[in-house]
């Protein structure tokens, strides 16, 4: 008798994005005539950019020729994107991280879900609330909850509430946890934490013995020189934590896919007995075991992020999207509605008015001015009451959703 994970059974059904489009499918079917405007979910819209599409071509091109030909590569990633991330991500920033403690992968929902395996299963998780739905649902898959609460919440995990009272920082949790999820930028809100607060967690993790993992797939967002781009801009944080960065929305690889992971040299985790263990060469073993590299023509591309060209047109990009957010949130206020994020992320988080509830905003939105976003608490208990404009659009439809839902008086 074959015997299922039944892990996956405690998992809810109704997962957030298939909701949302089974009912703009359902609006419209009865009303074929209406333009909706999708704000909802966080896939990039613009081309990748000439410079990175040059270089993905002459990856293809490679790959036609004998002599150039290239069959497995390094699981890890080449050496030749390794080297370019460890510059211009961190050397060129006065951060000391080298090729070697970057790990190239397909994606950093991959990456973030399946790190986890490589820790023990006795380990306290924390996540925020609202947050990131994957971190949640690959602890519940791979059996380190207990049960579905009737609010959303996992039995056995950590809920770090993230409100407007907090800045949607999260709080040190009062129990003592092993393995802490952070975003920033952060998804959904689209808040960012300060060196201070950052230096906090590190300081916490180094106290506690606990690891943070740091996701900062919206770090190219930031606009605000004073705000880390890495949390191993921490003194301190490379003995305990692990970093995931991602093409996907720095450079409109949500298609093309591909991402990467950093473990310090430095970090430890502890055996039952207390015993310290390098973590990095676990992962390492991992990756080699499990995974056999990202395709050579898309690290080809992701090296060209860095060109001289390619940080032109992608910055310019960002620059679009960061734009889009800026007159999402000037059209939003200007009605009356509190907003945050938007600045140094690319997504607009708002309150919504006299305590409606996020899915009765989602359907008012979506009624009045066929315009869909995400409902907060889609994220986690804590949304409740907030909803999400990804800036990921065109200006055209930007423009559009804010004088609709300005003129309906929403
Ligand atoms: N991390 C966060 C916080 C995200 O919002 C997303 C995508 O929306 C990802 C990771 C996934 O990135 P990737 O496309 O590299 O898998």
Known sequence: MALINENYLKLKAGYLFPEIGRRVTEFQKANPDKKIIRMGIGDVTRALPSAIVKAFQDGVSEMAN????????????????REAIAKNEFQD????????EIFVSDGSKCDTGNILEIFGMGNKIAVGDPVYPVYVDTSVMAGRTGEGLSNGYYEGLVYMPCKAENNFIPELPTEKVDIIFLCFPNNPTGTTASKEELAKWVKYARENKAIIMYDAAYEAYIQDSTIPHSIFEIEGAKEVAIEFRSFSKKAGFTGTRCAYTIIPNELKAYTEKGEAVAVKPLWSRRHSTKFNGVSYPVQRAAAAVYSEEGKVQVQEIIDYYMENARLMKEALQSV?????????APYVWIKTKNNQTSWDFFDKLLNDVNVVGTPGSGFGASGEGYFRFSSFASRPNVIEAMERIKKAGL
């Open 93 to 100: 920033r006065g951060i000391n991280i080298v090729a070697d």
């Open 66 to 81: 004998e002599a150039t030909f290239r069959g497995y590569g390094p699981e890890q990633g080449y050496d030749f994107l």
């Open 336 to 344: 009356g509605y509190t907003v945050f994020g938007g600045t140094n």
